[in-house]
């Protein structure tokens, strides 16, 4: 397997990044931050704030604590109450409307795709690429980092894993909203690894620009040259501005872009707008199949929106691009990543141009992951909880049985994550994880204690 910056295999990442000492215009060399107050606008930045704050558990202790001043009658009991039953208002209306949007952006029909393993195209003849997916790689935050044996043998048959590295190379004195990992999380993620396998580290996102372009420089270099010579030629880089996609063997093109930065200047990346997309598109006379690992989406949302899910089907399929065939760019499969928990995999068919010998049309599947979650986190607080889930995939690659000239995903394979903390040490496992419907059986026991709260008092209205 061979990785390079164009499909003619003629320029490797590796001397590319070490030959670039300081990127010329637009990315200027520079220490210098320039902080949003989070990448979004300001109704998204208070909906986020509002995400964070949906919290079960704080629902029933709230409403349990009214239980308990119902006990008392005094002004200060109801002083305390008022603001008990204010608060406990706010967050069960948060909660509510987060399930309202969930069930209004809920993908129709039967599109999503299920845990497990699926032949969603058949292939002419055996793949010719194999290639694995993860979602956020988040800070450890002093834990070590373990795979347990059955996420190593889920990806023991793929050359090349994809993951979106959040922040930098080496760790920085962090602030409560910066990301950056001390390099021993390349010795943690090369235990993932066998030993002909390599990861993709995507460092396009919003954290990137955390430190200052000259920062994220150095934590390029070093992901794809790392100290340690046993975690060499383990490691490529791609979503800076000048290495916005690469090639894989010629064939296979993986292209990422940022939607979001918590900088107001972020040239140093590669940016996820229409018409840098189509530049990142690759339509070299060699390239078989395009991949998108966009960072997307919004945080804390387990829901896709609905424009989200436009997006996707229009960037796979171009149905609203009125240009001839030949000449639309689509794309063959996307994963994303950005809000931190686990959204659906949805197939989008596309009913191809040319027949079957039968006369009949031929139906193309293509994948969308909305969120592939977090792979790793180590957050201690309000997130440990929500930020803790993931998905994996793996997709085998080849040329269509009924139409040879597209390429598309023969078997594909996706499971649930989870980071089990014992002690120190956080494993990531397949599995569930902490279910919605433990939160959900939470809210009702305060929703049932405060109707026992007030029961009495609704009585006392009547004679």
């Known amino acids: 397997m061979k990785i390079t910056r164009d499909e003619y295999g003629r320029e490797l990442l590796g ?3 070490a030959g670039i000492a300081n990127p010329v215009s637009p990315c200027n060399p520079s220490d210098e931050t320039k902080w949003t107050i989070g990448p979004y606008n300001i109704e998204e930045n208070l909906k986020w704030i509002f995400k964070m704050l949906v919290l079960p558990g704080v629902i029933a202790a709230l409403i349990i604590g009214l239980l308990i001043l119902n006990l008392f009658n005094n002004l200060i009991s109801q002083i305390v109450s008022s603001v008990f039953s204010t608060i406990a208002t706010f967050f069960i209306y948060i909660y509510s409307r987060e399930k309202f949007l969930e069930a209004y952006h809920k993908i129709r029909g039967n599109e999503v795709l299920d845990p497990g393993l699926t032949e969603l195209n058949i292939l002419k003849e055996d793949p010719e690429f194999s290639i694995g997916f993860v979602g956020d790689i988040m800070m450890m935050r ?6 347990d044996p059955p996420i190593k043998k889920f990806f023991k048959d793929v050359p090349l894993i994809v993951g979106n590295l959040e922040g930098i190379i080496p760790e920085q004195n962090n602030s409560f909203a910066e990301q950056s990992h001390p390099e021993k ?9 066998k030993n002909d396998t390599e990861w993709l580290l995507c460092v396009s996102n919003n954290h990137s620009i955390d430190f200052g372009n000259n920062k994220f420089f150095i934590s390029t270099k070093t992901i794809q040259k790392p100290t340690k010579p046993g975690n060499q030629n383990k490691f490529n880089a791609f979503g800076r501005w000048d290495v916005p996609k690469v090639f894989v063997d010629d064939k296979f093109c993986i292209s990422s872009a940022t939607k979001w930065s918590n900088q107001n200047t972020w040239d140093c990346t590669s940016k996820f707008e229409d018409r840098k997309l189509e530049k990142y598109y690759c339509n070299g006379d060699k390239v078989k199949y395009n991949i998108l690992y966009p960072h997307w989406g919004y945080e804390n949302e387990r829901y896709t929106r609905r424009k989200i899910q436009r997006k996707a089907i229009e960037l796979l399929t171009c149905k609203s ?3 001839a065939e030949d000449k639309k760019k ?3 499969l996307i994963f994303g990543h950005h809000p931190h928990t686990r959204q659906p995999v949805m197939v989008v068919k596309e009913v191809l141009k040319n027949l079957d010998r039968d006369n009949n049309k031929i139906v193309l599947k293509k994948l969308v992951a909305f969120s592939g979650g977090n792979l790793t986190s180590g957050v201690k607080f309000i997130r440990k909880k929500k930020h803790i889930h993931g998905i994996i995939m793996k997709c085998k690659i080849g040329p269509l049985l009924k139409s040879p000239n597209h390429y598309a995903v023969g078997e594909v394979e996706w499971l649930n994550t989870f980071n089990e903390k014992d002690g120190n040490i956080k494993t990531v496992k397949i599995g569930e994880g902490i ?6 059986y939470i809210m009702l026991i305060g929703i049932a204690a405060f109707l026992i709260a007030f029961i009495p008092r609704i009585l006392e209205l009547f004679p």
């Open 142 to 147: 002093g834990h070590e980092l373990k795979f």
């Open 330 to 332: 689509k794309w063959d």
């Open 435 to 440: 279910a919605d419907r433990t939160r959900i």
């Open 321 to 323: 691009q009125q240009i």
């Open 185 to 193: 999380i390349l010795d943690q993620l090369v235990n993932l690894l």
């Open 15 to 17: 001397p590319y990044y």
